[in-house]
């Protein structure tokens, strides 16, 4: 199974591709959809939907797993991270993909053990069950973390349902 795995956010969303051959994971790129700090949020939202339509072009996911909504005291800033989800889910709906959501809590705890880990944490434990050479960065971390939790969920759950 392939699986795309985006920690969203308008400036600097996170993207994994994870291929998993039964308890077997690797990763096949990861990186950063970024976006300049001035750029109008019609335009970041468009780099976001266009970059996630070009990796599930190239990689052909079997699925996309996201972050799900986090709870937040600022409603603009959770409003801007709705509207970024939204055009990632777009992206995948548009190539006829289902979609997974994962908390922020149970990404920490599939990956960690811990669902309260710091980010270092997830960090260092994506770069050992990958066996990848180095620490990949925040963003990609996350979204190799998210990528790892719905091939764990996978396999263990049969609840698990797309959005």
Known sequence: MTILGIDTSLRSSGYGVLVTEGSRMRSLEAGRIRNAPKLPLSECLRTIHARVAELIAQHAPDVVAIESVIYGKNAGTMLVLGEARGAVITAAADAGLPIYEYEPRRVKMAVCGNGLAEKEQVQRMVKTLLGLQ????????????????????????????PI
């Open 134 to 161: 180095e620490l990949p960065q925040n963003d990609a971390a996350d979204a190799l973390a998210i990528a790892i939790t719905h091939a764990h969920s996978n396999s263990l759950l049969s609840t698990n349902v």
